[in-house]
């Protein structure tokens, strides 16, 4: 059984015990996360439930296990014969999250 989901943003395929490492959610680490915007869910069974855009009735349950920062992106900009160079690096923070079940009434 599999679910897709979306947080911040982004669309996500959830299968059960698997992690995702997704846009950064408040809360600390082993703390519970309720997604509640499933978009589209498959059962074992060739089942499938696609949403409106979102199915009311399902949800996508897991804990938290990590809070961090990626690797470092850098962005670097520069205009050809006119002595303009810029390099900038950025971190993003993300949410490191375990799927425990996905529940559809």
Do not use: C
């Not at 439930?49 to 670097?76: E, L, T, W, Y």
């Amino acid at each position: 059984m599999y679910a897709v989901l979306k947080t911040g943003g982004k669309q996500y395929k959830a299968l059960l015990d698997d992690t995702l490492k997704v846009e950064k959610l408040k809360g600390e680490v082993d703390e519970p996360v309720v997604f509640e915007k499933v978009l589209m869910v498959a059962g074992d069974d060739d089942k499938v439930i696609i949403g409106q855009p979102f199915i009311k009735s399902a949800s996508v349950r897991g804990h938290i296990v990590k809070q961090a920062k990626d690797k470092k992106v850098i962005v670097f900009k520069h205009k050809r014969r006119k002595n303009y160079r810029i390099k900038k690096g950025h971190r993003q923070f993300f949410t490191q999250v375990k799927i425990d079940s996905i529940d559809v009434q």
